[in-house]
């Protein structure tokens, strides 16, 4: 996995708070009548580390993945947590200090739709044995560009948590329900390559590499 870290130090500037009737810049939001939309849509691609994707980080923010190619032979899984009205609930990121430096501790709640002995295999018993754990790419309801598309477990792979892989034949359609965490000291990743258009279509093709 070829990532490029940037070790300059960045300055922490607080900007004036600046009501939506003024101007508005950043992509913050649309328009006055069409604000962010909170949520996910609960589609998502989980990539296994140990697959070694090619990732390409810009040179400006390497908190944004400009360029995700899998190998030939290598497969993504597929989530699509489109069951309930709130998709991905429970999923947080949180500041935490436990291990002496500040860190955000990142839960992720999928659901996994996939069944059989293959996806047992290859997608759900690596959730808790794979060494380098894995990399999801979730997208939000929100269509602004830059963190649309959010990514959790680049700097540490997303693993279950204890007693964090369940399934209920009856309930959630019989999907197997994973609940993953990892820590990681950049609040937020996110896909992102030009625009949104062209950011989506980066993502299905991801999509259509999947189980």
Not at 96 to 119: A, C, E, F, H
Not at 125 to 139: K, T
């Amino acid at each position: 996995m070829n990532k490029h870290i940037n070790k300059k130090k960045f300055a922490l500037i607080v900007m004036a708070y600046a009501s939506c009737a003024g101007t508005l810049a950043g992509n913050l939001a649309k328009d006055c009548d069409t604000p962010l939309a909170g949520g996910y849509t609960g589609r998502g691609v989980l990539i296994a580390l140990a697959d070694n994707p090619t990732i390409v980080q810009s040179a400006t923010n390497p908190r944004t993945i400009s360029s995700i190619t899998m190998p030939a032979n290598k497969k993504v899984a597929v989530i699509d947590n489109s069951f309930g009205p709130t998709p991905l609930n429970g999923s947080t990121v949180q500041s935490n200090t436990d291990d002496g430096m500040l860190k955000y501790r990142k839960t992720l709640v999928v659901q996994i739709p996939q069944r059989g002995s293959d996806v047992s295999k290859d997608v759900v018993e690596p959730l808790s044995q794979a060494p380098l754990g894995y990399m999801a790419i979730m997208e939000k309801k929100d269509r602004q560009g830059n963190g649309s598309f959010e990514v959790f477990g680049f700097e540490q792979g997303l693993t279950a948590t204890e007693d964090g892989i369940t399934r209920n034949e009856y309930e959630n359609g019989g999907c197997t329900i994973a609940t993953l965490s990892c820590n990681e000291t950049w609040y937020e990743v996110a896909f992102f390559d030009t625009d949104y258009n062209t950011t989506l279509q980066a993502f299905e093709a991801l999509l259509a590499q999947g189980y």
